[in-house]
């Protein structure tokens, strides 16, 4: 383990991450305009960018598929965190928010990181290759926890409106919770394999061969950390300029729910630079890790943590979609199913993902 030594961190990523949350913590609470929402804005991408950078550090240290889990779950608790905090000082105002930035994520994840990932890739490696095992499982675990908790509450009778009620409530959540531990029990330990890169050839090519160089415990260890620190800027400063992006949202005349979007953008960042980061050097099965396991991360733990929150929460919690949405939700499951059956994909499938994905961000602002 001599080599392992030899990687070091640049100093820009040790130094930003602090930087970013003395940022964030000095503007907390102010209305954000002019010069102070673009350093807001370019704060923000500086988090993204060094939150990356320490996932793909992790990453190359534990390995695949632990890497991405790390960073899907980190980004996930900390969304459900803002959620709840943007629920918890607007009660009247985010009875939706929870499913709108949840059901935002799907779509986001599901079309928009799989399809630019697909495109991208193909269009430098011709035709991508990847585990049909590894991720047609977690494309059906994703469509029966998003059907569970997104499309069951339209239609259930127990609650009024779009609502479960809360015997459901709990059921819902339980159910996510254990199939987003069964996945990820199947994921890192019992078929590990089906979620590793795999060459042209269909051999898997797993990151913790010993010839390559690993950053050391200790590099790990304050990556993690740092990784984490930067997470939690980029939600907080998603938050800090949500207001921004609320007006930004009644001066266009589009809905609440484009709110949830935007946010959802924001917050899925990370993942999306990583996935397509991946999807250039031809290891789209570590960018369809990262995009579905986000999109599953989101629904799995989201759910049960605004369950939990909803008893302390003094307004409804919506959780139903409407039929638009539903249709949306249908589509981009029967497109991943195909997409994942043969194993390998080209451009067609990144524009279809792509397409759909447009038509989902063309809707949210003129439904």
């Known amino acids: 383990m001599a080599a392992a030594d030899e990687m070091k961190l640049p100093r820009w990523s040790i130094w930003l991450p602090p930087v970013v949350l003395v940022a964030l913590a000095l503007t907390w609470g102010r209305h954000l305009e002019g010069a102070l929402l673009v350093f807001e804005c370019v704060a923000l991408i500086a988090a993204i960018t060094v939150a990356v950078h320490h996932a793909e550090v992790v990453a190359h240290r534990v390995g695949e598929p632990y890497g991405t889990l790390i960073l899907a779950v980190g980004v996930t608790v900390i969304e459900v965190g ?212 986000s999109a599953l991360a989101s629904i799995g733990l989201t759910i049960p943590a605004i369950g939990l929150a909803s008893i302390w929460l003094s307004g409804p919690l919506e959780l139903g979609l409407g039929p638009k949405d539903m249709v949306l939700l249908t589509l981009t499951v029967v497109l991943s199913t195909l997409t994942t059956v043969m194993g390998r994909a080209t451009v067609l499938q990144g524009a279809v993902h792509l397409s759909v994905f447009g038509a989902f961000i063309f809707l949210a602002v003129t439904p």
């Open 82 to 293: 803002l959620i709840v905090t943007l629920m918890v000082s607007s009660p009247d105002k985010t009875a939706t928010l929870a499913r709108d930035t949840v059901f935002s994520a799907f779509m986001i994840a599901g079309n928009g990181v799989v399809g630019i990932c697909l495109l991208l890739g193909a269009l430098k490696h011709q035709v991508l290759t990847f585990r049909p095992e590894g991720v047609a499982g977690a494309v059906a675990t994703l469509a029966a926890v998003a059907t569970l908790s997104l499309v069951l509450p339209t239609f259930t009778t127990s609650s009024p409106g779009p609502t479960f009620s809360g015997a459901q409530l709990v059921f819902a959540g339980l159910a996510s919770l254990f199939l987003y531990g069964t996945f990820v029990l199947v994921q890192t330990v019992r078929h590990r394999e089906y979620f590793l890169p795999i060459d042209d050839a269909g051999t898997p090519d797993d990151p913790d061969d010993d010839h390559l160089v690993l950053p050391s415990n200790r590099t790990t260890w304050l990556s993690l950390g740092l990784m984490l620190a930067s997470l939690a800027a980029v939600v907080g400063l998603a938050k800090a300029v949500s207001p921004a992006i609320e007006d930004g949202v009644r001066t266009i005349g589009a809905p609440q729910a484009a709110v949830g979007v935007v946010i959802a953008l924001l917050v899925l960042a990370p993942e999306t630079v990583a996935a397509v980061r991946a999807a250039l050097h031809n290891r789209i099965q570590t960018s369809l890790n990262l995009a579905l396991g």
